[in-house]
């Protein structure tokens, strides 16, 4: 039976999602846990899974095409299944839902109104009751098959100031871990999870009021209404009081010209606010004409409605035009993403916990690149620089064990085997593929091996298992012209070594200035393990491999 799948909500605030990408085409066959598309929300760009098995029958949002929660996205059933009954009702079928669901919140409204005068006149606030003012913030439901969440870090705490669209903390779903913001500005009056602590979606998370309000009597299950805080009221203040809230908002920023309402996604309202702009002043290009995030970023002062110039123009003789300055002081903003928070998070324990030092040796590569050329004429063999590097640091490793080796507080580990880690850079960062038992490796083999796994990193396709359990790490620079640099130590590693260009330059050989072609290579060293006399040992050893390539065919 064919499975509809809507546009999921991605984030506690998302309206509406873009497709960036689809990673399946019409046609293809899907297992469960496989990546559909890329969805773009408002807070961020993630990846999105099928749930179910089959052949993808039908694609209903394109690349680049923006659409509200629930649209109908993809269709996965058997291949070759009638599914024109539910492309032909999907769209009537959601006009009803939506109507019935208007029609029963317009119910719920009148049935809280009357509840509310029931209370008011009954004065039992007190007991569960919520205070005015005060509002009940839970765990949000961030992916669409998220079922709790856990707290991995609070940015705000008891008794700070909050404001609408502040971060509040980072939330560690089912898929990855995002940050969770306010829609709410008064005093963070109480925390209900600690950091580290995991909780059921809709449970409590945080109460947010005016500063100095008791909530310890609150009680609350995520679902509570907010009831009067005991004082009488009648109809005619609370309509008063409307008409007070709808005269304010058509003053706010929220409101245009001539106070029609304006919608704009919470991060897009936050980001103008920073940036000093007016909201009228910017053309939505969501569902509905709805700012969303990239209106504010494409936003020039250019861009002003054309009404509003024209009206400059019959004002411009009765005063002098202020002076505009010819460019515009700007900057991009960009999400960290989860694999950059983590790349500065263990590269920053890295370098403020092990003592690093540096040892740098300039090897003749003269021989090497006689013999790679030779290597290289034999049929379907091809083998780079970086492999014969990878192949000589893990033999010389064999010989200094220590360099091998793992700082524990208690002891010191030193590794028997050794699996080399090669760095490989990618769009979002940098990743670490492991290559297992490198040192009985021969050079092909290596290179065919750094080639697929590097190949996986840059199309996402790396394991968890394909980035664990290295020794020691290369990082190669060369091939971008770098002469010479430094790297951080790849915990829980003692060393990682850098690789440089190949440098064309006079060098002095039996007396007389020839033509040479060197390389540098910088051993970084964890001062806990490895000594400075051990790390240079290791670095002897590498540079005689490294100018004798014939002694690593033995």
């Avoid at 060293?525 to 670095?539: K, N, P, Y």
């Amino acid at each position: 039976m064919a499975e509809v799948i809507n546009m999921p909500r991605l984030s506690d605030t998302m309206e509406e999602g873009v497709v960036a990408k689809w990673l399946k085409q019409k046609g293809d066959k899907v297992e469960e846990g496989d990546i559909l598309a890329e969805i773009e929300t408002d807070k961020a760009t993630m990846e999105f899974e099928s749930f179910y098995e089959g052949t993808l029958l039908h694609i209903g949002i394109e690349e680049g095409e923006t659409a509200p929660v629930d649209t109908l996205l993809a269709i996965i059933g058997e291949e070759g299944e009638d599914i024109s009954d539910l492309l032909k009702g999907d769209g009537d079928s959601k006009k009803d839902e939506k109507k019935d669901k208007e029609e029963d919140k317009s119910d719920s409204d009148e049935d809280e109104d009357e509840g509310e005068d029931e209370a008011e006149s009954d004065g039992d606030s007190d007991d569960g009751g919520i205070p005015e003012g005060v509002e009940i913030i839970t765990m949000p439901r961030l992916s669409d098959t998220m079922e709790e969440g856990t707290v991995a870090s609070w940015l705000k705490k008891e008794g700070d100031k909050v404001e609408e669209g502040d971060i509040l903390a980072e939330i560690e779903t089912d898929k990855a871990t995002m940050e969770f913001e306010s829609f709410y500005e008064g005093t963070l009056l109480k925390i209900g999870l600690e950091e580290g602590e995991t909780a059921k979606v809709d449970s409590l998370l945080a109460i947010i009021g005016p500063e100095g309000t008791d909530v310890s009597n609150v009680s609350v299950d995520g679902k509570s209404k907010k009831k009067s805080s005991g004082k009488s009221e009648k109809k005619e203040d609370k309509s008063e009081e409307k008409e007070e809230i709808k005269s304010s908002e058509k003053k706010s920023s929220d409101s245009t010209k001539d106070g029609g309402r304006i919608f704009a996604s919470p991060l897009a309202k936050k980001m103008a606010e920073d940036k000093g702009i007016d909201l009228s002043d910017v053309k939505g290009s969501g569902g509905n004409g709805r700012i969303v995030k990239k209106d504010i970023e494409d936003y020039k002062p250019s861009d002003k409605p054309a009404a509003a110039k024209e009206k400059s123009k019959g004002d411009a003789a009765a005063a002098p035009q202020p002076y505009v300055p010819a460019g515009e002081e700007s900057f991009e903003e960009i999400k960290n993403s989860q694999m950059r928070k983590t790349i500065a998070k263990r590269l920053g324990e890295s370098k403020f916990n092990a003592p690093h030092y540096y040892l740098t040796i300039e090897v003749d590569m003269s021989n090497a690149m006689a013999s790679r050329k030779q290597i290289n004429e034999m049929p379907d063999v091809k083998v780079s620089f970086n492999d014969m590097v990878i192949k000589a640091s893990a033999m010389a490793l064999r010989k200094h064990p220590q360099v091998n080796s793992q700082w524990t507080g208690e002891s010191m580990k030193i590794a028997k085997h050794i699996h080399m880690g090669v760095a490989v850079a990618v769009e979002e960062g940098l990743v670490v593929p492991v290559l297992k038992f490198a040192d009985q490796m021969s050079m092909t083999q290596i290179g065919n091996n750094v080639k697929d796994v590097a190949g996986k990193a840059r199309n996402k396709k790396l394991q968890p298992k394909d980035m664990e359990g290295s020794t020691f790490t290369v990082s190669n620079l060369g091939m971008f012209g770098i002469v010479e640099f430094t790297s951080i130590i790849n915990q829980p590693n003692s060393a990682i070594l850098s690789v440089g260009t190949i440098v064309e330059k006079p060098v002095v050989k039996n007396g007389e200035i020839v033509v040479g072609n060197t390389m540098k290579l910088t051993l970084a060293c964890d001062h806990r393990t490895v000594d400075g006399a051990t790390g240079a040992a290791f670095l002897k050893t590498l540079k005689t491999y490294m100018e004798n390539p014939v002694t690593m065919l033995a």
